[in-house]
């Protein structure tokens, strides 16, 4: 099982997610965090930009699913309601059993698979251990706290080695 934290790619908000990136990658299920990668924590609600997002990637067959850690059940259900998408929560990434639990419910293999999220440590590691596509998106809203932006500075150099191997493969 590996366990690295080095995102497969780095995109800068969700929303550079097309369906032709995803047809390129071969993807058909699309698995996400929530909290920072799909709205800002306070965000209790998803906006419209959102909405679209998820049915444009609906419209071309691609399943989306939240595999969140979020302690409070009633965050998750209450922001997929009405999103009319399926949530995996109480996740405990970085165990990667939320995913796999997810995959199997979509039915999608770990090659059509690739998970959403803004953290190394839960996020990236939790689908390098699922051997799905680790994609890693900047903390929407940005880092606010200091905490958060001490976070997001030891993040950096794991970011940078997966710039350098995307350009190599390139
Ligand atoms: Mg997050």
């Not at 997002?53 to 071309?60: V, Y």
């Not at 399943?63 to 969140?68: A, G, K, L, N, Y």
Request: proline share 6%.
């Amino acid at each position: 099982m590996p366990v690295s934290l080095i995102p497969s790619r780095l995109f800068r908000r969700y929303d550079e997610i097309t369906p032709e990136v995803l047809r390129r990658a071969g993807i058909t299920l699309l698995l996400s965090d929530l909290d920072f990668t799909l709205a800002p924590k306070s965000c209790r609600t998803p906006d419209q930009a959102l909405r679209d997002w998820i049915a444009s990637l609906a419209a071309e067959g691609i399943q989306v699913m939240i595999v969140s850690n979020n302690r409070s059940g009633e965050r998750v259900t209450e922001f997929c309601s009405g999103l009319g998408i399926p949530f995996q929560g109480h996740a405990g990434k970085p165990s990667p059993k939320g995913l796999l639990a997810a995959m199997e419910r979509a039915g999608a293999s770990r090659v059509h698979t690739a998970m959403l999220g803004d953290k190394l440590l839960t996020d990236m590691l939790a689908a390098n251990r699922a051997g799905v596509l680790a994609w890693m998106v900047e903390p929407l809203g940005g880092a606010v706290t200091v905490w958060q932006k001490i976070l997001h500075a030891l993040q950096e150099p794991f970011k940078a080695v997966c710039r350098r191997r995307n350009r190599k493969d390139a």
